[in-house]
């Protein structure tokens, strides 16, 4: 289904990872009888080639990368050689291995390996995936035998094909198997949308959006690892983390092209913003913000200032409370689920976003923006919107959930 509703039904993939610890202390060493100082040298020899492998990266450098493999994995060589051509065009500012853990007999050794990286000029913080390395030691090196992507990870973009690379006075688009146009076209709306989302979200962020155009619905599944099934239909969803401290990391946007492509002006432009508008509040997002707050914000500085009126943007919700289905309560996080009831999905994000414009004409567009960083800032989900309503709305939730209510009525009979 093309249209408003498709820029509404977007999806924010919150990806949490465990900071790195000491490589001595995540040595494991399993059925290998060697005494320490062996132990710690066979982890700094697998440390030095991977060292020697991103620096080739960064480099540009293919015989560098291609010397760290094992001269006789001529399959694993082919796939890596076009690996690394494929990847030659993306800018990388930081490449490298952390060792998680080590198991090894004699000259085998398994490493489970975190790969970081940075994007140039746009992530704050590296992006992390895992990786599984097989290597065997010859002649006092060691060399990679097998590179496969660890447990619960997901593909890179480049790994899909041949990147092409769009850069906008705000955003870093790339793509495998796009039209150069589409992409330069995709750039300059998520260039616009920037600013909109800095208007909205005045608060500190990086003011810039990366976005990752892959081929297909189920290439975009890949990049996610999961089901295609569960994206098609859906524009764009928002992959990110928040780092330390409530720092923001490295955010994507990642277009299904499909999707995207069926939507007109007007819905693309509603798409980008509500996608970038995840990329600045990420880092006062975390698990104490339910989703009506957060996809229904990312709603209102989407729609925000673009003359339409609630009936239109928020058509689902408008029959249901025209036909007397008006919801008792906000919407759970369960009604954001993708897979069921198309309608269901449409009227909890019309719901949250009213519940946003709500706010923001009854107290103010200052006070959304407060309340937002205040519930994201709670220690636990339980009590989270009840405080942040009391300290910085002055209300309660059963007082506001009755004055949502009646504002649906207001905005949409």
Not at 59 to 82: N, V
Not at 173 to 179: A, E, I, R
Not at 268 to 286: D, G, I, M, N, Q
Request: hydrophobic letters at 40%.
């Amino acid at each position: 289904m093309a249209g408003q509703r498709h820029a509404r039904r977007t999806r924010r993939a919150a990806i949490r990872r465990t900071a790195g610890l000491g490589l001595a202390a995540l040595l494991l060493v399993s059925g290998c009888t060697a005494a320490p100082d062996r132990a710690d040298t066979t982890l700094r020899g697998i440390q030095e080639t991977l060292d020697d492998r991103a620096n080739a990266v960064l480099r540009h450098d293919l015989d560098g990368y291609l010397a760290a493999l094992d001269p006789a994995a001529a399959t694993l060589r082919a796939r890596q050689r076009k690996e690394f051509d494929q990847l030659e065009d993306v800018p990388l500012s930081t490449w490298e291995y952390r060792i998680k853990g080590v198991r090894h007999q004699g000259t085998r050794a398994v490493a489970d390996t975190e790969l970081r990286y940075r994007f140039a000029g746009y992530d704050s913080a590296p992006v992390t995936t895992s990786r599984t390395l097989e290597l065997r030691a010859d002649g006092g090196r060691w060399y990679v035998t097998s590179d496969r992507a660890g447990t619960g990870s997901s593909q890179q973009l480049w790994q899909q094909g041949d990147v092409q690379v769009v850069r906008g006075s705000r955003s870093l688009v790339l793509g495998v198997g796009q039209d150069g146009r589409h992409l330069r076209a995709l750039a300059a709306a998520a260039d616009r949308a920037v600013p909109a989302v800095s208007a909205a979200w005045p608060s500190k962020w990086i003011r810039r959006v990366v976005v990752l155009v892959p081929s297909s619905v189920e290439a975009m599944g890949r990049l996610l690892g999961a089901p295609a099934a569960g994206y098609r239909g859906i524009a764009a969803v928002t992959t990110g983390e928040r780092g330390p401290s409530g720092a923001s990391s490295a955010d994507r946007v990642i277009v299904n092209p499909d999707a995207y492509a069926a939507l007109g002006e007007f819905g693309r432009r509603v798409v980008l913003t509500h996608e970038t508008t995840h990329v600045a509040t990420r880092a006062h997002t975390s698990a104490a913000t339910p989703m009506w707050l957060s996809e229904g914000f990312a709603d209102w500085a989407a729609y925000r200032g673009v003359g339409r009126s609630a009936g239109e943007s928020a058509p689902d919700l408008r029959d249901a409370v025209r036909g007397g289905d008006v919801p008792a309560e906000l919407p759970s996080d369960e009604e954001f689920a993708f897979g069921g009831d198309a309608k269901a999905l449409a009227r909890a994000y019309e719901g949250g976003w009213l519940a946003c414009e709500l706010i923001a004409d009854r107290w103010g567009e200052e006070a959304l923006t407060a309340f937002y960083t205040s519930v994201g800032g709670a220690e636990h989900r339980d009590g989270s919107v009840e405080r942040a309503l009391g300290e910085v709305l002055g209300t309660t939730l059963q007082e506001f959930t009755s004055l949502w209510r009646d504002y649906l009525h207001e905005r949409l009979d």
